[in-house]
């Protein structure tokens, strides 16, 4: 180490026996037309010519007379550059100039405040304002940094020690050094958070847990604790020993036999005190069971939530969210009775801000040989009856898309209105959707489309598939009755949100049939 910092010395108080004459970067070029242009990187440098000052680069001087000039460009905190340039009749002399940062060396050496516990672990680490990259320091809690001219806010952290910064001035021919003295942190907590204040237990993998977080300063331990509306604990545990900032727990809605505990709100209690005394901290936080929410991944790529041809009646809770990018192939069907052989593909997200309620939207782009269309489609949803083994609700929509870029999944440009229905004929398990609408085929469109959906959704613990199909009744125009159907699959793996999905279809109108598939992922929370 003691070698090391005898280089570092000799670097700053040499440069000249290690740095090259010159900056390879630079580039002289001569072009056709007259005067002079300066471009420097970074841009914003002064720029003299035969001593007066005449701009900031990128500069151009195109009135300069043939003859030799001598420039210098000055940047803050860059190196000045000195050249000459020989201006000649008939030719414009570019020139781009590579601006060397000034640099120096700092010793920084991070020290425990003297009387300090010898049982306090001690491993800080250091952040420079300029980057904010943690730097690690040497067994002897030293580090030798490399930073721009100027002053420099140094910060140490160490787990169970107060945070301390100090300032240093960095120069190009001084190695300069700070020391850090840090003191031991009382114990406090603070920061307390949960993944969702309500979520049902019987969701699947992450969706059926609920995260806790909190913020200790310095080593120690701790339990929770969870209480009915009666006080009555119903689950219990004792926590890791603290040997970081973060803390996290889960809790799957059940009570310590493993049983899922009734609807309802419960208290979650943490006790958290230092390595050293008997002192606990209490943080409270309120978390409702609520068995009505059923949070699963369904499909965007239609412009709905729900199944690929069929619109569902479920609505996220408040506060989930779901995000799906896809892709599709084939010969597909577009609304406007156009054949489509490609790769359409589109981003969607659905979310709920307010209970029973429910919001989407859809960008679909589709590429053409020679061009390419867009499209997208909104919606809103109110779930009136949820949570039982019969579930309905109403939705409207609207979709504008370009002379090409309809989605070849939608029933096309308009506004929509549709009733989801579902019956669960397993709980938990398979559902029957039926969803009429009605689709105002837009822009000229006065008589309605009826529009019959239909589709079985299974749900298993880690993924759910479904068939779906449409029907559209054209009764304005001599358009043949067009059928569309899939089958689709998605899977959650656990313990991440992601979800991935496919699906595969047939679509048939008069003569012409066809068939499609797709691939698509995203997150659900």
């Given at each position: ?61 195109e009135n300069l007379r043939q003859g030799e000039y001598n420039i210098v460009i000055i940047k803050d905190g860059y190196k000045e550059r000195r050249f000459n340039a020989a201006l000649l009749n ?436």
């Amino acid at each position: 180490m003691r070698i090391l910092y005898l280089i570092i010395i000799l670097l700053s108080a040499f440069p000249s026996f290690f740095a090259a004459d010159e900056i390879t970067a630079d580039i002289f070029t001569e072009t056709a037309g007259r005067g002079l242009l300066i471009r420097t990187n970074p841009p914003g440098a002064h720029v003299f010519i035969d001593g007066v000052e005449r701009g900031l680069t990128p500069a151009a001087f195109e009135n300069l007379r043939q003859g030799e000039y001598n420039i210098v460009i000055i940047k803050d905190g860059y190196k000045e550059r000195r050249f000459n340039a020989a201006l000649l009749n008939g030719s414009r002399l570019e020139v781009s100039i590579e601006m060397e940062e000034i640099r120096g060396f700092a010793l920084i050496t991070v020290y425990k405040e003297e009387g300090s516990p010898v049982y306090l672990s001690f491993e800080p680490h250091i952040t420079v304002d300029t980057s904010g990259e943690t730097i690690s320091l040497s067994s002897d809690h030293r580090a030798i940094l490399n930073l721009p001219s100027g002053y420099h806010t140094i910060k140490a952290r160490a787990f169970g020690w107060e945070e301390t910064s100090t300032a240093v001035l960095i120069s190009e021919f001084v190695t300069s050094s700070a020391d850090i003295v840090m003191k031991p942190a009382a114990f406090i907590t603070g920061n307390a958070s949960q993944s969702r204040k309500r979520f049902n237990p019987m969701n699947s993998n992450n969706l059926g847990l609920n995260e806790y977080r909190f913020e200790v300063s310095s080593p120690g331990t701790g339990n929770i604790t969870i209480l009915n509306h009666n006080e009555t604990i119903v689950y219990s545990e004792q926590l890791p020993q603290f040997n970081t900032w973060i803390q996290n727990f889960t809790w799957n809605g059940r009570d310590n036999n493993g049983n899922p505990v009734p609807q309802g709100v419960y208290t979650v209690i943490v006790e958290a005190s230092s390595s050293q005394t008997a002192e606990f901290i209490q943080i409270k936080m309120e978390t409702e069971i609520d068995y009505s929410l059923n949070i699963y991944p369904l499909s965007l790529m239609s412009g709905l939530g729900g199944l690929v041809f069929a619109p569902v009646p479920d609505a996220l809770p408040a506060g989930s969210f779901q995000l799906e990018a896809g892709l599709l192939y084939g010969y597909l069907s577009l609304p406007s009775e156009k054949l489509f052989t490609g790769f359409p593909f589109g981003i969607g997200l659905k979310v709920s801000l307010l209970k029973n309620l429910e919001t989407s939207v859809f960008f679909n782009i589709n590429p053409l040989p020679d061009t390419a269309d867009w499209g997208i489609t909104s919606s809103l949803k109110y779930s009136f009856l949820s949570g039982g083994l019969f579930n309905a609700a109403a939705g409207v929509f609207y979709t504008w898309a370009g002379e090409y870029g309809e989605n070849p999944l939608s029933p096309g440009r308009g506004i929509g209105l549709y009733t989801p229905f579902s019956f669960v004929i397993i709980p938990q398990n398979i559902s029957i959707i039926l969803s009429p609408g009605v689709f105002w085929r837009g822009p000229l469109g006065i008589i309605p489309e009826l529009l019959i959906s239909a589709g079985v959704l299974y749900q298993g613990g880690w993924f759910n598939a479904a068939v779906s199909m449409r029907i559209e009744f054209n009764f304005s125009e001599n358009i043949s009755l067009k059928f569309l159907s899939a089958i689709e699959g998605r899977f959650y793996p656990s313990p991440s949100f992601l979800f991935f999905s496919a699906q595969a279809g047939l679509w048939t109108q008069g003569a012409n049939t066809g068939g499609y598939g797709g691939i698509s992922a995203g997150i659900i929370y």
